[in-house]
């Protein structure tokens, strides 16, 4: 499949463990982006990615979220000390460029936090 | 970004158009008209997007009244698995990257 893919589907994690999150996202795009969604709530843009570089980290909740992209491809979300409101779905999306171009959407990585 | 206005949820027969209706009046001249879809449990799905003219895909059909300020996406023959959550969404092709979903509209098609 050429879509966007992200590991692990799903992690189970004591509070106070740090976590990474994986998304490769489609062959040839440059823009990456991260949301998170928890239970039954919209989603909630936390960093986009323009190549290697991150422009716009706004939406990350605090200095425990962290993000890198190397190669211009794979992107790991790193949750240091997780709580357990970082329980969520994590999504990661890609496009082609920044823009208004489409952002595609991978399956997401449910984290729960016990 | 532009605000939009979505009804929390509609139903629709199987087999039948669904119009899910979207209100987004503070809509300025740069920004586009989106649709994504989420199913439970897996990432949002791209729909369709336009920016003034009506657009149609293979999946749904979008119509942007003249005046932008409102759209309607439509699903031509609703089937079972059409059920899910609608976001209309607005965003400029400048500035600001990242989608701001709403609530959406929770689409439930029935047998």
């Known amino acids: 499949g050429a879509g966007v893919s992200q590991s692990p589907s799903n992690k189970v994690t004591e509070k106070g463990k740090d976590v990474e999150l994986r998304c490769d996202p489609i062959?040839?795009?440059?823009?990456l982006y991260w949301y998170r969604q928890s239970l039954g709530q919209g989603l909630e843009f936390l960093i986009y990615f323009q190549g290697n570089s991150a422009p716009d980290k706004s939406g990350l909740p605090s200095d425990r979220f962290s993000a890198e992209r190397t190669g211009g491809s794979v992107s790991t979300l790193t949750i240091q000390r997780t709580q357990q409101e970082d329980s969520a779905v994590y999504l990661c999306?890609?496009?082609?460029?920044?823009?208004?171009?489409?952002?595609?959407f991978g399956p997401g990585t449910r984290l729960l936090v016990l | 970004d532009a605000k939009t206005t979505q009804p929390p949820s509609m139903d629709c027969a199987e087999g039948r158009a669904a119009n899910l209706p979207c209100n987004h009046s503070t809509i300025s001249g740069n920004e586009y008209v989106y649709w994504y879809r989420q199913i439970h449990s897996q990432g949002p799905q791209y729909i369709i997007h336009g920016l003034k003219n009506n657009e149609t895909n293979e999946m749904a059909s979008l119509i942007i009244t003249e005046d932008r300020k409102s759209s309607t996406l439509i699903l031509p023959h609703a089937t079972l698995r059409d059920t899910a959550v609608y976001y209309c969404i607005v965003r400029a092709s400048t500035g600001a990257n990242n989608l701001f979903f709403g609530t959406g509209t929770r689409l439930t098609v029935i047998p």
């Open positions: 999306a890609s496009s082609f460029s920044g823009g208004e171009e489409t952002q595609y």
């Open positions: 062959s040839g795009h440059t823009a």
